[in-house]
């Protein structure tokens, strides 16, 4: 069992940055892909960016691709998403997710463990 908290997210104008960060409880963090994934009012939720266990291989949606940066510190369990230049449309709660996979996926129903949320907003 997994447990996942994120933090960071708050109201942030375009063009600002934030850095959201995912907590797992647990000794076996370094066993699983990270995912962020995000859902904006009244839309389904998305893939954001995905890391492996040890961060060599990432993934990002093309909408992210270039402004935001996924990183993890195993001995800190604790995954990160470091987003900049932000845009209105990055509204949103992000979710951080769990699994254990020798893939990368982007698929949110491919994760089996999942955080609360926070919330970002961008304003313009």
């Known amino acids: 069992q997994v447990q996942l908290v994120e933090s960071g997210g708050g109201l942030v104008q375009a063009g600002g940055s934030l850095r959201l960060s995912c907590t797992a409880s647990?000794?076996?963090?370094?066993?699983?892909?990270m995912g962020w994934f995000r859902q904006a009012p009244g839309k389904e939720r998305e893939f954001a960016a995905a890391?492996?266990?040890?961060?060599?291989?990432?993934s990002y949606s093309d909408s992210v691709k270039g402004r935001f940066t996924i990183s993890r510190d195993n001995a800190k369990n604790t995954v990160y998403l470091q987003m900049n230049s932000l845009k209105p449309e990055d509204t949103a709660v992000y979710y951080c997710a769990a699994v254990r996979t020798s893939r990368v996926p982007t698929i949110a129903n491919e994760y089996n463990y999942w955080g609360q949320g926070t919330q970002v907003t961008v304003s313009s």
């Open positions: 890391i492996s266990e040890f961060g060599r291989r990432t």
């Open positions: 647990g000794r076996t963090f370094g066993n699983y892909v």
